[in-house]
């Protein structure tokens, strides 16, 4: 597909702001809000559980059942993909405000709590901007959808994370957080002039066959698949390293002396440039070796980019070796995202996207919200060196299961790009 012709279908121009919109609160509530907090002088163990902020990321497998199937509680004319996301929308950009009108340095339990509602709100969000690109593209275009969508939503950690910091000396903490409600109005905007996917015929249905369908019928159809535990250890194994040490990149910076404003401008241009090189290279991997051989090869290459935090560790406050290791994290990221998001949408079973997407995202960030939480309290007790080892090694479990899946569900010869998920995901 040229680009030319990508541009003219509005449906991609959509994936593009939705991605946006679905990355905004990803760095409020992380990365963001622990540099605030490490700014107010909070131990590390801490920062550390903040990571259970977002904890309606690995759980949103609960209520995505509600959102796949009940009627949007607004604008219910919109449909059901686009009314649910115009009534999550304006709630998210209120919680995000709010966010920014607390004080930590007062109640860091506030703002905490207040943390809570904006992930709850932005893991709705993704619920249904997930959903919707499944079910609003074919397959052919699946590809080029999910481009869109990490570019949008690269752009906007950008701008939220690097941007919004950067503000911070200007506007202060509330006006930053007021900054990035406003880029959430982008997805709500995108929401009201999008399409929205043809519903499936419906039929009259009492409350035990609604409750089969919208619960019971997404996670058995899963359990059907060959190795299906297996593949659910692997997808929830597979982050494992690269989320513990990414909790800990903001106080680590400031301990070795780097400014705020010199994390937001390697983090920011640079780091996106890196991820969307990786993102590209991840999907070239893909269509010349398929899924599961460019999991185990971009898995790998994520988990030997932890020891550049060794090198930085090493060399201290050096401008260069963080361009470096932010560089290489970003890159390797970026690679391991492409193979991985393509993973879980082949897993995903049109007749239940929604919540079998939701089940499988939620289990990629389990390592963040609940193993991570601890994360503060283990760069305490072995020391930044001995830390950073531990999370390359956590890499290596996710590895395993994948080569065992390669050997028992091998893909068939390649002789054309398969117009099909490899077998792999049956």
């Given amino acids: 597909m040229q680009i030319a012709k ?25 990365f963001v809000l622990r540099q605030w907090f490490s700014e107010t002088g909070i131990s590390l163990a801490a920062i550390g559980f903040t990571a259970l902020i977002g904890l309606s990321y690995s759980l949103k497998f609960l209520w995505a059942p509600v959102i796949d199937h009940a009627r ?65 593209l074919e397959e052919e275009s699946q590809g080029y959808g999910f481009a869109c969508y990490v570019w949008g939503y690269r752009f906007a ?31 709500f905007i995108a929401t009201l002039c999008a399409p929205e996917p043809a519903a ?3 039929e009259p249905m009492g409350w035990s ?23 659910l250890l692997f997808v929830g194994l597979f982050k494992l390293g690269e989320a513990l040490a990414g909790i800990m990149t903001a106080p680590f910076y400031r301990e070795l002396g780097f400014t705020r404003g010199e994390v937001a401008a390697v983090g920011s241009v640079f780091g996106l440039v890196m991820t969307l090189f990786g993102v590209l290279a991840g999907g070239w991997f893909v269509s010349r070796i398929g899924t599961g051989r460019a999991l185990v090869i971009t898995g790998l290459l994520q988990m030997l980019s932890n020891l550049m935090y060794l090198a930085l ?9 963080l361009y470096a290791q932010v560089g290489v994290e970003n890159f ?42 601890w994360s503060g309290q283990l760069a305490e007790a072995m020391g930044w060196r001995n830390f950073f080892l531990l999370t390359t090694l956590a890499a290596l479990p996710a590895l395993c299961i994948m080569l065992w899946l390669l050997k028992r569900l ?16 049956a």
Avoid: H
Wanted: with cysteine; glycine share 8%.
């Fill in 209 to 231: 066959r609604r409750i089969r369908t919208a619960v019971i019928d997404p996670f058995s159809d899963f359990m059907k698949r060959r190795y299906w535990l297996a593949i």
């Fill in 313 to 321: 560790y090493s060399t201290g406050r050096d401008m260069a070796m």
């Fill in 200 to 202: 499936a015929p419906s």
């Fill in 410 to 425: 091998p893909p068939p010869p390649r002789k054309q790009p398969p117009a099909e998920p490899i077998p792999l995901v």
């Fill in 72 to 136: 949007p509680p607004i604008l219910a004319r919109l449909g059901r993909r686009r009314g649910w996301l115009a009534s999550i929308q304006p709630l998210l950009i209120l919680s995000i405000l709010a966010l920014g009108l607390t004080d930590p340095t007062q109640s860091a339990a506030v703002t905490a709590a207040v943390a809570v509602a904006v992930a709850f709100l932005s893991a709705s969000q993704d619920i249904v901007v997930d959903a919707y690109r499944i079910e609003i």
């Fill in 332 to 373: 390797t990221d970026g690679l391991a995202d492409a193979a991985f998001v393509t993973y879980l949408t082949a897993l995903t079973n049109r007749a239940f996207s929604a919540t079998q997407y939701a089940l499988l995202s939620s289990l990629a960030a389990v390592p963040l919200r609940f193993l991570g939480g």
């Fill in 157 to 187: 950690l950008l701008a939220a994370s690097g941007g919004g910091l950067a503000l911070v000396s200007v506007i202060g903490w509330s006006g930053a957080f007021a900054y990035c409600a406003a880029l959430v109005g982008i997805g």
């Fill in 6 to 30: 990508l541009l003219q279908d509005r449906r991609f121009i959509v994936m593009l702001a939705l991605g946006f919109s679905a990355g905004v609160p990803l760095p409020l509530t992380g």
